[in-house]
C-alpha cells in the first residue's frame, strides 16, 4: 500500500513541477523523495526467511 502512495504523490509532484510554482515542486519532491528513502530502508532491513 506504501508504493502504491509513493507511486501517486510522484505523480502529483509531477503535476504540480508542470503546473505549479518552482519552489513548491521541489519541496515536494524533497519530501516524496525522504519518504522513497524511509520506505526503502524500512524494507532493506527485514531479515528473509527462506528455507531451502
Known amino acids: 500500500m506504501e508504493f ?6 510522484t505523480a502529483i509532484v509531477m503535476l504540480v513541477a508542470w503546473r505549479g510554482p518552482r ?3 521541489l519541496g515536494l519532491f524533497a519530501t516524496v523523495m525522504i519518504a522513497c528513502v524511509a520506505t526503502y530502508l524500512h524494507h532493506a532491513t527485514d531479515t528473509l526467511k527462506l528455507s531451502f
Open 23 to 25: 519552489p513548491l515542486a
Open 4 to 9: 502504491t502512495a509513493l507511486f501517486l504523490a
